[in-house]
């Protein structure tokens, strides 16, 4: 599998991406996570990726190409990882365009620096969701609450260590943004709204309204979400 561990820009698939998720928050929740002081560096690992360890999965490249690896995904690096042969963890190389990333039943498409992830799917739109993980603020512990390892913070988006070992005589807060999107026939991403829903499925205008007047349905609910499109999917073909 080809790599580098400073990842470029991933050429693909998503559009405007970052455009929607700095000025579409309606269908986004932020949760925060602190990580005390004393706590094993590890702690700050254990959130940072989607899985809890990395697994066999495969990607497709735009060329046809594929490849098969042990893979994660960074939330805080926003890049997809894989394990090389040395036990190396890197990011995969822009060098090749991914179309696709396929880890045990998960899918995601991933472009310019980060992966959305497939929910739900049907011919008019599909449901996919978006996680960040950013370092939010440090509080200091004890008279001077000055880190004395090679830890160290660069900026509010990466964060560095040498030593996953060590402890850390801060505590360090961490805010995790989830937001979910819709993608149409076009690739075009949209907020999830009960209005976008009814231009992506005009025909099931009605079912749609009283699906989300009748379940009290919160667009934020990924449990919900999932729902939504379940009975959209019973009612697609008729």
Same mark, same amino acid.
């Given at each position: ?27 986004? @929740? ?125 900026? @509010? ?35 999830? @709204? ?45």
């Amino acid at each position: 599998m080809k790599c580098k561990k400073h990842s470029g820009r991933f050429i693909l698939l998503l559009i405007g991406l970052t455009v929607l998720y700095t000025n579409q928050i309606s269908a986004q @929740t932020i949760t925060t996570i602190t990580i005390k002081s004393g706590e094993d560096f590890t702690a700050v690992f254990k959130q940072m990726y989607r899985f809890p360890q990395f697994t066999y999965g495969k990607v497709y490249f735009m060329n046809k190409d594929s490849a098969t690896g042990r893979l994660n995904y960074n939330l805080l690096m926003g890049k997809m990882q894989f394990i090389d042969k040395k036990g190396d963890t890197l990011v995969l190389s822009d060098n090749n365009p991914i179309r696709l990333v396929a880890i045990d039943t998960n899918l995601f498409y991933c472009n310019t620096g980060e992966c959305v992830e497939l929910i739900a799917g049907l011919p008019s739109a599909e449901l996919v969701v978006s996680h960040h993980l950013k370092f939010a603020d440090e509080q200091k512990v004890g008279a001077y609450g000055l880190p004395t390892s090679s830890q160290s913070i660069e900026n @509010t988006n990466s964060f560095k260590t040498n030593d996953y070992s060590l402890r850390l005589d801060k505590d360090l807060i961490f805010t995790k943004e989830t937001s979910y999107y819709l993608i149409d026939v076009n690739r075009h991403f949209m907020a999830v @709204t009960e209005k976008n829903l009814k231009k992506l499925f005009p025909k099931q205008k009605d079912v749609i309204e009283n699906y989300v007047k009748e379940n009290q349905v919160s667009f934020k609910s990924e449990s919900d979400l999932k729902n939504l499109f379940s009975y959209l999917a019973k009612t697609y073909w008729n």
